[in-house]
DNA sequence: GCCAACGTTGGC
DNA sequence: GCCAACGTTGGC
């Protein structure tokens, strides 16, 4: 099994917004690298955490899970969507997402800051400069650490 | 295929 | 609001 990190604005969809939806698409994805990771690596069960991106602080609330197979984002067919691809086709479509179930929020969210700080998490892809990618993989030993810190335990 | 211009992300 | 980083677009 893989981990991942995924990002999200908490004012858009936050950990809360998961949490009482249960399980959610995760649509919008408009960067090749992300999609490719959602379309070729995730497995269902896969772990990713919840990022928290453009608030303060920034930070890790919680974990999610890989819920179903990859398949096409129905918002690139839908005009009136603000993620409307007209390059897409669904013959040949473009975007392609899994759906995230809620697995927990941490009881303490793991700032920015205090990943950085942290000696063990040194290499963790979202925290190197200048990344921006939504979707990033995570070694299983950050994982856990991150997990730690948030104090959660699976 | 190069690269300048432009748009977006996201921390601060 | 600023700006560094970086992805995408489009002219050539």
């Known amino acids: 099994m893989r981990h991942w990190l995924i990002k999200s604005e908490p004012d858009v969809f936050?950990?809360?917004?998961l949490a009482k939806a249960k399980k959610e698409p995760w649509s919008g994805v408009r960067n090749y690298q992300a999609r490719?990771?959602?379309r070729d690596d995730m497995k269902p069960g896969d772990l990713a955490i919840f990022y928290h991106s453009s608030t303060t602080p920034p930070g890790a609330v919680g974990v999610a899970k890989v819920a179903?197979?990859?398949y096409p984002d129905p918002t690139q067919f839908d005009p009136?969507?603000?993620?409307h691809d007209p390059k897409s086709t669904k013959e040949n479509p473009r975007w392609m997402l899994v759906d995230f179930e809620f697995v927990a929020k941490?009881?303490?969210e793991v700032t920015l800051q205090q990943m950085k700080d942290d000696p063990s998490l040194e290499g963790m892809v979202v925290l190197q400069k200048g990344t921006r990618l939504s979707?990033?993989?995570v070694e299983a030993k950050h994982f856990k650490r991150v997990?730690?810190?948030g104090g959660w335990k699976a």
């Open 80 to 83: 009136k969507s603000e993620y």
């Open 135 to 137: 979707i990033t993989p």
């Open 147 to 149: 997990c730690k810190l």
């Open 106 to 108: 941490f009881p303490n």
């Open 68 to 70: 179903c197979e990859p």
């Open 14 to 17: 936050g950990i809360d917004h």
């Open 36 to 38: 490719n990771y959602m």
